[in-house]
């Protein structure tokens, strides 16, 4: 892989990145690799539009768009979901490049991600998704900033924002800087945030007993009271700090430019398994140790600290030759770390402390990722009938968990592409189409546990203080066997559009796309307290085959505008997360008690295959009105998903229908929005799940901008939750724990000049 790269560079010395923009109905899509229209599938979500929102993660940033939501664990993560699929089934991207984090390892992980100076996020969803990674079953998310400009700058620009927040107490400042000099593009960014505990309704927070209707639940009554009263959820806070820098040189030949990136983020984890029988099963095993444990961590801080430094080198060489007429490259180098730690309360930082020198009282567990991953699109010269590009791309992975609650041996990744793509428009139709080849290698092990007990030595009391006696009379043999997957996945996609007459228009997609299963899926082996589950990868899982094909039809006349799109989605041998069943947890219990078990006393849940449907549909309807010299524009939306396994049982965690109706008022340079989610309730539900309740959220946002000569500040008054609505999120993890936050008002300033 050394010598690629170093082959690599010398090739980038002649030459210069990214991958192509293309323009789409007035938008420029920077990660498509053809001039794709994409329009069923393609969201554009614009930066002036996070700038004015309030300070949120990637996932709530973009869940209000059709057909995307998001799985919060807190108000730090928000990991995105398109059309019911998530994980590795759909890719965040950096300008066109994929992040490279450990997200899919555990639902408390946050995207490597910062929506600080960014000028759009491009949501692809479907068929068109495959253009832009491997194993996008559902879509990609791409972030797009202009830390390496491909256009120079003609004067310097400088732009600083504040931002406060109710609901947190929270506060967030930024700064971003652009200028050329001697010739060069410079762009120096950097965001600082501090949040803390988010304020909850009252009632929000749904104990076990309540979820389950334990019958002992007035018994718990006084703690209940307790919790519910303290108005906030513990451990939900998180502080944010990441800088970035870019230089840029440009001219007739293209572009060459190199970024750094840096991300450090602290969170609270507000939910963390204890691993004593604390399961969604609503087992009433072990319920006064369980209670017992509650009390003796009810002081503890567990949070977890996060480090990630990106190395992006891009460039473009215009060669205008008979076969090429420009080719683009980039290389990017990552190392990503995430420390969790548990610490007791009163030892927590007085704020201004380093978050790693707490005294911990249990071990931390780091999980790692380092990354290398380049590429080349070499664009091929335009006939008067279709654009094509020919993509290459290598990268190379290893993640590691490693410390007191270590599930998986370290992985290695390695992934070589050739993918194909054309674009052509024929008059009767327009034609998108795209082929990739992936070979993905996969390297890994699972490490196995004996333990042979000494019935005679082992006294309560050894068992309850597990001190440093037991461990000599106990015998622990090992078992580490190593795997090599190998997976040439082949996969294409087709796009057809016509326009049937001036105001109605037709789309049609289809796609078979192969994903290999991920190292999570393949390797797992341990105890995952953040889900309650003792995961069990499998080595000879399959590749997973998605079969879409969907269709959209859209109406724009007078003012009048609407679309609507249905999709089926087949997925051969889907990997999915199986919980063992209650008669299964009760007997694995009593094995717990006895002092046999080896899934501590946790919910036993195996990578499993099955062939599963998602099918649904998108519809949104809406008019503009001209009203007192502005644009008064009233929308409705709705999203509907349905997803079940081949033997009739619905796949878990899948978002539910949600009916969207908006209103925004623009005149001038005022902007005033108001949208009403309403959200239905969910009981279609998997396996060992429980069903969800709908609820109402209503944000409302006010936006100014003051002309100040040379300079201009844009301020922002909002509103989220304005109903207090007791929310929770059904593909949530922690739905019951970790309800959505209250009501939150807020203030944004931004100053350009």
């Known amino acids: 892989m050394k010598n690629k790269i170093q082959a690599f560079l010398v090739i980038g010395a002649l030459s210069v990145l990214n991958i192509t923009a293309q323009e789409t109905e007035e938008i420029l899509v920077t990660a498509s690799f053809v001039s794709s229209e994409v329009n069923g599938a393609l969201h554009v979500v614009d930066g002036d539009e996070i700038d004015t929102a309030a300070n949120s993660s990637l996932g709530e940033a973009i869940d209000d768009l059709l057909g995307v939501s998001s799985a919060d664990f807190g108000s730090a993560i928000g990991q995105p979901i398109i059309r019911g699929m998530s994980g590795t089934r759909v890719k965040v991207l950096d300008n066109g490049v994929v992040n490279r984090d450990v997200s899919a390892l555990g639902p408390d992980h946050p995207n490597d991600t910062d929506l600080n100076n960014i000028q759009q996020i491009e949501v692809i969803k479907g068929p068109a998704s495959l253009l832009y990674a491997n194993g996008s079953i559902g879509g990609i998310i791409n972030i797009v900033d202009n830390t390496i400009s491909?256009?120079?700058?003609?004067?310097?620009?400088?732009?600083?924002?504040?931002?406060?927040?109710?609901?947190?107490?929270?506060?967030?400042?930024?700064?971003?800087y652009t200028d050329n000099v001697g010739g060069l593009n410079i762009v120096l960014s950097h965001k600082s945030s501090e949040f803390g505990n988010f304020d909850i309704p009252s009632g929000a927070i749904m104990h076990e007993e309540e979820e389950h209707h334990d019958e002992e639940e007035e018994h718990h009554d006084e703690e209940e009271e307790h919790h519910d009263d303290a108005g906030f959820l513990a451990n939900s806070d998180y502080e944010l700090e990441s800088t970035s820098i870019g230089i840029s040189k440009t001219g007739d030949w293209g572009y060459f430019g190199i970024s750094a990136k840096s991300l450090e983020n602290m969170h609270g984890i507000p939910f963390h398994g204890d691993g004593h029988g604390h399961d969604e099963h609503g087992d009433e095993h072990g319920d006064e140790e369980e209670h017992g444990e509650e009390e003796e961590h009810e002081g503890e801080r567990i949070f977890a600290v996060t480090d990630s430094d990106k190395l992006d080198l891009r460039g473009s060489l215009n060669i205008d030759g008979s076969i090429f007429s420009s080719v683009d490259y980039?290389?990017?180098?990552?190392?990503?770390?995430?420390?969790?730690?548990?610490?007791?309360?009163e030892e927590h930082h007085d704020e201004d402390e380093e978050h790693d020198e707490h005294g911990h009282e249990e071990g931390p567990t780091t999980f790692a990722n380092e990354a290398t991953e380049f590429g080349y699109t070499f664009n091929l010269a335009d006939t008067s009938l279709f654009s094509q590009k020919l993509a290459f791309n290598f990268a190379e992975e290893e993640s590691s968990v490693i410390g007191s609650e270590s599930f998986m041996n370290p992985a290695t990744s390695e992934e070589a592409t050739v993918g194909y793509y054309i674009s052509g428009d024929y008059g009767l139709f327009k034609l998108d189409a795209g082929l990739r080849i992936d070979n993905i290698d996969r390297k890994g092990s699972i490490t196995t546990h004996e333990e042979h007990h000494d019935e005679d030595e082992h006294h309560d009391e050894e068992e309850e203080h597990h001190d440093e006696e037991e461990e000599h009379h106990d015998e622990e043999e090992t078992e580490t066997v190593n795997h090599k997957k190998d997976f040439d996945n082949r996969s294409f996609a087709i796009a057809l559009s016509r326009d049937l007459n001036e105001s109605l228009s037709l789309e049609i997609g289809t796609s078979v796309v192969e994903r290999a299963p991920s190292v999570s899926e393949l390797f797992m082996n341990g105890p995952h307290l953040v889900t309650q589950r003792f995961e069990v990868g499998n080595p000879n899982l399959n590749v997973e085959t998605a079969r879409n094909v969907e269709f959209t039809l859209r109406y724009a006349n007078e003012g009048v505008y609407a679309s609507f799109t249905a999709f089926q989605n087949d997925i051969d041998d889907y990997i999915y997360l199986q919980d063992e069943s209650e008669e299964e947890h009760a007997d694995h219990d009593e094995e717990h008690e006895e002092g046999h078990d080896d899934h501590e006393g946790l919910i036993l849940a195996n990578f499993l295959q099955e062939s599963a449907e998602f099918r649904g549909y998108e519809l949104e309807i809406g008019r503009v009105y001209d009203l007192g010299s502005g644009l008064l524009d009233i929308r409705y939306a709705r999203d509907e998903l349905t997803a079940s396994f081949n033997d009739g049982h619905d796949v878990p965690r899948i978002t539910p229908a949600r009916n969207l109706y908006s209103l925004s008022y623009s005149k001038g340079s005022m902007l005033f929005k108001l949208l009403l989610k309403d959200v239905d309730k969910q009981d279609e539900i998997g396996e060992g799940e429980t069903s969800t309740d709908g609820y109402q959220m209503l944000n409302a946002r006010l936006t100014k901008t003051f002309d100040l000569g040379n300079s201009n500040l844009s301020v922002s008054i909002f509103g989220n939750n304005l109903l207090d609505e007791v929310a929770r999120n059904h593909s949530s993890y922690v739905k019951s724990q970790v309800p959505l936050p209250g009501k939150n008002y807020g203030v944004k300033f931004n100053l350009n000049f």
């Open 330 to 345: 980039f290389i990017r180098d990552t190392d990503y770390e995430l420390v969790e730690q548990h610490a007791e309360e």
């Open 150 to 176: 491909k256009v120079d700058f003609d004067k310097p620009s400088f732009q600083l924002g504040l931002e406060s927040q109710s609901v947190n107490d929270g506060e967030s400042q930024n700064f971003s």
